[in-house]
């Protein structure tokens, strides 16, 4: 292929994987190409699999880090904060460390009154710089990494597949296809060692899904997983929705970060 000057231009995987920020490799025609086995490793063959496929991040935040997140420039005090809590996941994955007072931040708890904070930006951001350092980390220490490490739960998506599923008018096939993915999520949100729980502060939740909902922030807590929550809804209001007892505990081991400023949807140059 040739560019309008007649040079040749050879297309790179640099802007669709990853791992480009810390591969050696980027943009290196003779090694960035779709068959790159670390390419395949975090977006599969057809490029919306893998690892970050499996992930369930909006398409719009598959590529985002804290480095080049388009929220980085309004929040520069939270992205140095994260930054360094990102840098901590390097010695979660070693089992000799465990006295970092970072490491015993567990949770990260994005509130924001205003929406288009960039909170699920920022969330989605971390959950990347996970599945790097998860991939990258397993590679160097001649381990598999582990097919799911992060995933991404949207609360508020996962509330209309319950909505489906219970309904009385809603043909049956269409809610087994809802309880499929419905149990589905839910098994991966109560597993993978980091999730996003995207809009946590459901206010018209029936009390049987906020039991599930309870039940996968219970299992997290018990397993010692990493969460981060997003909300429009203080996180010490949340204890009217969920109930004192088990929130109180979430509490203790999650940062609250308070998102400033008004919407910037639609701001992305
Ligand atoms: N500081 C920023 N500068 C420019 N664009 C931004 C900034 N923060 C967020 N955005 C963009 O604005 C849009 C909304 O951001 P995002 O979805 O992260 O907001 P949010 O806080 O999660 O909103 P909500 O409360 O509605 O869930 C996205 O397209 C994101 O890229
Ligand atoms: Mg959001």
């Given at each position: 292929?040739?560019n309008?000057n007649n040079?040749?231009?050879?297309?790179?995987?640099?802007?669709?994987?990853?791992?480009?920020g810390v591969c050696l490799?980027?943009?290196d025609?003779?090694y960035?190409?779709?068959?790159?086995?670390?390419?395949?490793?975090m977006?599969?063959?057809s490029?919306?699999?893998?690892r970050?496929g499996?992930?369930?991040?909006?398409k719009e935040y598959?590529?985002?880090?804290?480095?080049?997140?388009?929220a980085?420039k309004?929040?520069?005090?939270?992205y140095?904060?994260?930054?360094?809590?990102?840098?901590s996941?390097n010695r979660?994955?070693d089992?000799?460390?465990?006295?970092?007072?970072?490491l015993?931040?567990?949770?990260h708890?994005?509130?924001?009154k205003?929406t288009?904070t960039?909170?699920?930006?920022?969330?989605?951001?971390?959950l990347?710089?996970?599945?790097i350092?998860?991939?990258?980390l397993?590679i160097?220490?001649g381990?598999?990494?582990?097919?799911m490490?992060a995933?991404?739960?949207?609360?508020?998506?996962w509330?209309?597949?319950?909505?489906?599923?219970t309904?009385?008018?809603?043909?049956?096939e269409l809610?087994e296809?809802?309880?499929?993915k419905?149990?589905?999520?839910?098994?991966?949100?109560?597993t993978?060692?980091?999730?996003?729980?995207d809009?946590?502060?459901v206010?018209d939740a029936t009390?049987?899904?906020?039991?599930?909902?309870?039940?996968?922030i219970?299992e997290r807590?018990?397993?010692?997983?990493?969460t981060?929550?997003?909300?429009?809804?203080?996180m010490?209001?949340l204890?009217?929705?969920y109930g004192?007892?088990?929130?109180?505990?979430a509490?203790?081991?999650?940062?609250?970060i308070d998102?400033?400023?008004n919407?910037?949807r639609?701001?992305?140059l």
């Amino acid at each position: 292929m040739e560019n309008k000057n007649n040079e040749e231009v050879t297309k790179t995987n640099k802007n669709k994987c990853l791992l480009s920020g810390v591969c050696l490799l980027a943009g290196d025609p003779d090694y960035c190409y779709d068959m790159c086995p670390s390419y395949i490793g975090m977006h599969g063959v057809s490029g919306k699999s893998g690892r970050v496929g499996s992930a369930n991040a909006p398409k719009e935040y598959r590529l985002v880090t804290l480095e080049n997140s388009p929220a980085k420039k309004n929040q520069p005090a939270i992205y140095r904060e994260l930054a360094k809590y990102a840098r901590s996941f390097n010695r979660m994955f070693d089992e000799n460390e465990t006295n970092d007072p970072l490491l015993r931040i567990k949770n990260h708890y994005f509130y924001s009154k205003n929406t288009g904070t960039g909170k699920t930006t920022t969330a989605c951001a971390l959950l990347n710089e996970y599945l790097i350092r998860h991939y990258t980390l397993s590679i160097k220490q001649g381990k598999q990494p582990l097919n799911m490490p992060a995933f991404y739960l949207d609360v508020n998506d996962w509330q209309g597949l319950y909505n489906k599923l219970t309904r009385p008018d809603v043909p049956s096939e269409l809610k087994e296809e809802a309880g499929a993915k419905y149990y589905q999520r839910m098994k991966y949100a109560k597993t993978a060692p980091f999730v996003v729980m995207d809009d946590i502060g459901v206010r018209d939740a029936t009390d049987a899904f906020k039991s599930d909902l309870l039940n996968i922030i219970n299992e997290r807590i018990n397993n010692h997983l990493i969460t981060v929550y997003t909300s429009n809804i203080p996180m010490d209001a949340l204890q009217e929705v969920y109930g004192e007892r088990l929130w109180d505990r979430a509490r203790d081991l999650t940062r609250p970060i308070d998102f400033e400023g008004n919407s910037k949807r639609g701001n992305r140059l």
